[in-house]
Nanobody, 125 residues
Framework: QVQLVEIGGGLVQAGGSLRLSCTASGGSISSCAMGWFRQAPGKEREFVAGINWSGSSISYLDSVKGRFTISRDNAKNTVYLQMSSLKPEDTAVYFC??????????????????WGQGTQVTVSS
């Protein structure tokens, strides 16, 4: 059973940056597509970024394109989300997820098999 743990959240001013990390234990994620989702208060969880096992397929939510970068280090069993030019509307709990046996980046929540517990990101104006 793969377990995912996110770190790196926190409070940052608008325009600032944060880097989230998601490290897996209990199994390798090297063959998994990985994704980041977020859920703001009172809203549904939404896809933010996804990457396939090799990094050759990447997808982003339109509103974060050019500001967020997803990457992975399979040797460290870790996926990252570099967030720059943060806006107050980026405030949410950010979740990491793993999808088994997917060749391309995955954008749909139901296709993910494992989830982390989330890390809070708060962007002040």
């Amino acid at each position: 059973q793969v377990q995912l743990v996110e770190i790196g959240g926190g409070l940052v001013q608008a325009g600032g940056s944060l880097r989230l990390s998601c490290t897996a234990s209990g199994g390798s994620i090297s063959s998994c597509a990985m994704g980041w989702f977020r859920q703001a208060p009172g809203k549904e969880r939404e896809f933010v970024a996804g990457i396939n096992w090799s990094g050759s397929s990447i997808s982003y939510l339109d509103s974060v394109k050019g500001r967020f970068t997803i990457s992975r280090d399979n040797a460290k069993n870790t996926v990252y989300l570099q967030m720059s030019s943060l806006k107050p509307e980026d405030t949410a709990v950010y979740f990491c997820a793993a999808a088994l046996w997917k060749l391309r980046a995955v954008t749909t929540e139901r296709d993910y098999n494992y989830w982390g517990q989330g890390t809070q990101v708060t962007v002040s104006s």
